[in-house]
């Protein structure tokens, strides 16, 4: 302040000095942004300010607009904020402070919204943090009526000077509770991994915590045994279909192993999209590294801004963390499962030398009784007795084959399920599943792929054109293997084009065997495709 200026303006200053001192005060990012507008109204004197803020996007647009001197009411009748066209964009592209005597009669003005109040001083000031601009000030509408002065340039000036320091700062603290709050939670996440919660409960808290702390609209974990071939395991927000997150661009992210931000998702409703690889050191393997999954987060379009505040490099630790608690757990389960199957092999190796022996012999004995009696019934009913011996053995040797089998492995029978399972969203009912014979000690890899192949194809033609309300999936090993597919549809037309069906066939021919769609009384169709094994 210099012995020269008013009474008036020395009061200003001082004002701005008390303002500034009360910026200090430890306020959060959108607390210190409304004050600022306050500030700057009560500074110049302006009916109307808005403090427009850059959003994180290359085309430098606004993507946050604070303002004074509309009510809520007006802004909902105007409608959209303003995105930074105009002369409000002429800040933007040029960060000098402009003083007009009518915003309307600028070359670049374009004008109002319906339901705007009209507007025509204006006074518009840059706010800087370092060299970077973080948005500008914007005020309209002089209160007493004229245009702005140049000592209210001045001061608002010095105004944004003063925010801009305080706004980094504010930055800075809320970056150093965010990243805080993600080092919390790797911490929680590793002890829940390391203790007895079971590994789907623990996934279901990562992507919580990880929603939570990204403030994003939807967020879920991606895992597979290959990049390619991803499914969900669990997901927090809103309920899309779980084919659509499984998108190239997560597969791109498991394969490269580094944090992918994409502008554009592809899903449904849903804006941004930054993906995170669950990679990390293996253990036991010094200097090797591997992905089990990645962690998604997305944002609606309007939190866009959100998805671009997100450390990436913090968050990549936080998954490498998460990575290396899940390869910990699941070694954990891997043996307290080897401890399982040897407690199967000895109930199989018990079952089988043991029950199904002494059944066999029972089964004999009876047989053997009958040149003892000529009564025709009892004839009958010992014949019965050993028919059910016959069957429960048949049963028992069923239950050792899959006692002999990981429940939660990659195998076709629980692929087969997996299958099913998904398309019950198409068909809005779940198929009824039957499985006979040591399916999942039988059947290559190579050929369980061609069978999950016909069973999509076969399941996919039932929801587009069966109309059906029931539908069976038959799946049993023996000296081939049969897939039949049941439903109680309308049935396939007599001119039919047969281009999912004629895939089928194929299929079945190149591995020698037969592929034959017959119909079903009263309604429906029966597609039995079958293959010879070994």
């Not at 004197?45 to 427009?52: D, N, P, T």
């Not at 053995?393 to 692929?415: K, V």
Request: proline share 5%.
């Amino acid at each position: 302040m210099t012995s020269g200026q008013s009474g008036e303006d020395q009061e200003r200053w001082r004002l701005l000095l008390d303002a500034v001192a009360t910026m200090a005060a430890g306020l959060s990012l959108d607390e210190l942004l409304t004050r600022i507008v306050d500030i700057a109204g009560d500074l110049a004197g302006a009916r109307y300010v808005a403090l427009g803020v850059l959003g994180s996007s290359r085309e430098r647009r606004l993507g946050l607009f604070v303002t004074k001197g509309i009510s809520e009411e007006e802004a909902a009748r105007i409608g959209e904020t303003p995105r930074g066209r105009g002369v409000l964009g002429l800040l933007i592209d040029h960060p000098e402070p402009v003083r007009l005597h009518d915003i309307t009669a600028h070359p670049q003005s374009y004008g109002f919204p319906a339901n705007h109040p009209p507007m025509h001083s204006f006074l518009g000031v840059p706010v800087m943090t370092g060299e970077k601009v973080f948005g500008n000030l914007y005020l309209s509408e002089k209160i007493g009526g004229g245009d702005f002065t140049a000592a209210d340039e001045e001061i608002l000036i010095a105004l944004a000077a003063a925010a801009g320091v305080a706004i980094e700062n504010a930055r800075l603290h809320e970056e150093a509770a965010r990243r805080e709050r993600w080092l919390d939670a790797r911490a929680e996440i590793t002890a829940v991994l390391m203790g007895d919660t079971d590994r789907a409960t623990a996934l279901q808290l990562v992507v919580d915590r990880a929603r939570d702390i990204a403030e994003a609209d939807l967020a879920w974990i991606l895992m597979g045994p290959e990049p390619d071939f991803l499914d969900v395991e669990v997901l927090a927000g809103s309920r899309p279909d779980p084919a659509d997150l499984c998108t190239p661009e997560a597969s791109r992210a498991v394969r490269s192993g580094v944090p992918l931000v994409v502008e554009t998702s592809g899903i449904e409703g849903l804006g941004p999209a930054v993906l995170v690889p669950l990679t990390g050191a293996v253990p036991d393997a010094p200097g090797e590294e591997d992905s089990v999954g990645v962690l998604a987060l997305a944002w609606r379009p309007a939190n866009a801004e959100r998805a671009h505040e997100v450390d990436l490099a913090v968050a990549r630790e936080f998954a490498e963390q998460v990575a290396l608690a899940i390869r910990l757990a699941r070694n954990r389960e891997d043996r307290e499962r080897l401890a399982v199957y040897a407690d199967r092999d000895r109930i199989g190796r018990d079952l089988h030398d043991i029950v199904i022996q002494r059944l066999f012999a029972i089964g004999l004995r009876l047989q053997g009784g009958l040149k003892w009696t000529k009564d025709q019934r009892l004839h009958e009913r010992i014949d019965e007795a050993v028919d059910e011996i016959d069957q429960t053995i048949r049963d028992i040797r069923r239950t050792i084959f899959e006692l002999a089998a990981s429940p939660q492995s990659g195998d076709l029978q629980t692929r087969v399920t997996k299958l099913a399972d998904r398309a019950a969203s198409a068909l809005k009912f779940r198929p009824t599943l039957a499985f006979e014979g040591p399916i999942r000690l039988s059947v290559t890899p190579q050929l369980g792929q061609e069978v999950l192949a016909v069973l999509g194809e076969t399941l996919s033609n039932t929801a587009r054109h069966a109309h059906a309300s029931e539908v069976s999936i038959e799946l049993s090993a023996g000296q081939e293997l049969v897939l039949r597919v049941r439903d109680n549809g309308v049935g396939v037309p007599v001119d039919a084009v047969e281009s999912g069906l004629a895939n089928i066939r194929r299929r079945a021919a190149a591995l020698g065997g037969t592929c034959t769609v017959t119909g079903v009384e009263p309604s429906g169709t029966s597609v039995e495709w079958c293959v010879p094994l070994g």
